[in-house]
């Protein structure tokens, strides 16, 4: 039993297995509504949670990361396909699952090149910025639903917007009665008693309530046939063009979800103790989106929300998500019936209170509170992202994601440190000068690796320092502090050079202090500590041995 799910033992096992029937019961319906953001039938939704969330628990490193789609992942799938092929057709569903196969590859390339960091890039700004913009466009699409107004399937949140605006005279009393009696049992109920699956709780109601007083013949939509039986195995049959035409939109998706996933995975690991293994999970997700994409679903992520629901239970392996793939083939074969009479105005109510708290209200309040030049970058993010569409704000968000790096990169902490040497004692820019000796050492450190955007700005900060000094008349010693400096590139390496000739002209010899051993090899062969320059083990050692001297002042 602990070899097949890490950490599963028979004194946790009851409490697993009731976590598992929590799970399936939260699962259900929100998968149905997700699949239907992302403009497929149901049973797209409800196959996500038999094959691919089998093989998610069989293969990632996390014992509580629940894999599903999500809401976010859902928008971008409709808005991404929406302008490829029309919603609900049978060339539509193929390109899900062409998508979700081009996602499981990329992600098993990111685990076996480890290129896990690169979702790094995704600061939280950003990722707030980013799923805000997602999820206040789904909103305006579930408010439609709530409210029995029709919308065009492809629609960008504008034109949702106006769509809902003038369809509002045409607003079916029946189908916004469901949805308010649906809000307020869900928002009311997570307070009162917040382990009670109140999503499947809304759905029977709502079902019961729409079968006993035939709400269908007043206009109210309901969900209609869904097909039962084992998910049917096939793969996804297109032209190479479509496939290229898929990929911007696979990158998109699988740099979304590694971003969440590995940070949601990471967190639970150090909270409760466990190891995770970064490049397993990015494979572990390869895995279960190709399993998707043959099993007739769309793009799985990482649900935080499943995941934190699992976390209040007391789960701590992934037998749920077992329990929750046997118990959604149960349904699939035995009870496909039930769901056929679900008031589309109830799994509107759903899905849009599982989406309010992805609007980020909280988020971008705290970045206000805190920076607020990244609570314009997620700012901006979110724009974009509501008004132009979901790749284009991924697109500015890596935009945004590299000035920024960009930005701190070319701004390094440079100190100019005391008579001491002491790094404690530094001055920085601003500072009045540090006090020396006439011909005293002056030692600088940068807190960076030297590299192609700090080059240029470490040795016009090396002259500053030299000028306020006193200049080449003051100074005859410089001394770098290198242990910040962990690495160097050309650029940095020419920007180097640069400085030594200018301290060569200056007559001001060059010192370093606090070089790294593993750093030494790269940093001799760029150049930048050369054969027979001076290195001392600390910046008191290079004060002491550059200390004037009655000799060197006559010189």
């Not at 069989?58 to 396909?81: I, N």
């Not at 209170?353 to 206000?368: E, N, Q, Y």
């Not at 970058?377 to 992202?385: D, E, N, R």
């Not at 590299?402 to 070319?410: D, G, H, P, T």
Request: positive net charge; aromatic residues 6%.
């Amino acid at each position: 039993m602990t070899t097949l799910l890490t950490g599963l033992n028979r004194r946790i096992l009851g409490r697993e297995l009731l976590a598992g029937v929590t799970l399936l019961a939260i699962a259900v319906p929100l998968n149905i509504g997700y699949a239907q953001i992302a403009g497929l039938p149901a049973a797209a939704g409800l196959a996500a949670l038999v094959v691919p969330t089998l093989v998610w628990a069989l293969a990632t490193s996390s014992r509580q990361l629940v894999a599903s789609p999500d809401a976010a992942a859902a928008a971008l799938v409709a808005s991404s396909l929406g302008g490829l092929a029309v919603a609900g057709s049978e060339h539509y569903a193929i390109m899900a699952l062409a998508q979700a196969v081009i996602c499981g590859v990329l992600f098993a390339v990111m685990a076996v090149c480890k290129l896990g960091f690169l979702a790094n890039f995704l600061s939280k700004p950003i990722l707030i910025g980013f799923v805000a913009g997602l999820a206040l466009d789904i909103l305006a699409s579930q408010v439609a639903k709530m409210l029995g107004v029709r919308l065009e399937s492809g629609l960008d949140f504008g034109a949702k917007a106006l769509g809902l605006l003038a369809g509002l005279g045409g607003t079916n009393p029946w189908s916004a009665l469901i949805a308010a009696g649906g809000v307020g049992i869900l928002l009311l109920g997570k307070r009162v008693a917040p382990v009670v699956p109140w999503a499947l709780v809304v759905m029977v109601l709502a079902t019961v309530v729409a079968v006993l007083t035939n709400a269908a013949a007043a206009g109210v939509a309901v969900l209609g046939a869904v097909p039962g039986g084992f998910p049917a195995l096939t793969w996804p049959t297109l032209g190479w063009q479509d496939w290229l035409a898929l990929v911007p939109s696979a990158l998109a998706l699988t740099m979304v979800t590694a971003a969440e996933g590995l940070l949601v995975s990471r967190s639970y690991g150090e909270q409760r103790g466990y190891v995770t293994r970064p490049n397993r999970d990015l494979l572990a997700f390869g895995m279960a989106n190709v399993a998707a994409g043959a099993s007739g679903s769309f793009v799985l992520g990482a649900s935080t929300s499943r995941t934190a629901a699992m976390d209040q239970a007391g789960s701590r392996t992934q037998l749920p998500s077992l329990v929750l793939a046997a118990g959604t083939l149960l349904l699939l074969l035995f009870g496909t019936g039930l769901l056929a009479e679900i008031p589309s105005p109830a799994i509107g109510a759903i899905v849009g209170v599982a989406v309010l708290p992805l609007l980020g209200v909280s988020g971008f309040r705290g970045l206000w509170r805190v920076s607020r030049a990244e609570f314009w970058i997620g700012l901006v993010c979110f724009a974009v992202t509501l008004c132009i569409g979901a790749l284009a704000g991924i697109l500015v968000a890596f935009v945004l994601a590299l000035i920024n790096l960009a930005r701190r990169a070319a701004h390094p902490a440079i100190d100019v440190l005391g008579e001491s040497g002491d790094p404690s004692t530094s001055a920085l820019e601003g500072a009045p000068p540090a006090t020396r000796s006439e011909h005293g050492p002056l030692v600088i450190r940068m807190a960076a690796p030297l590299f192609f955007a700090n080059g240029a700005v470490f040795v016009q900060a090396v002259r500053e320092a030299v000028a306020e000094a006193g200049g080449p008349k003051t100074v005859r010693h410089l001394v770098i502090d290198l242990e910040g400096v962990t690495d160097v590139d050309v650029t940095g390496a020419e920007a180097f050079a640069g400085l030594r000739a200018w301290l060569r002209e200056a007559d001001i010899s060059l010192s370093f202090s606090r070089l790294r051993r593993a750093a030494r090899p790269r940093l001799n062969r760029f150049g930048v500590v050369r054969t027979g320059d001076p290195v001392y083990a600390t910046n008191r050692a290079a004060m002491t041995a550059l200390a004037p001297t009655p000799e060197r002042n006559e010189s």
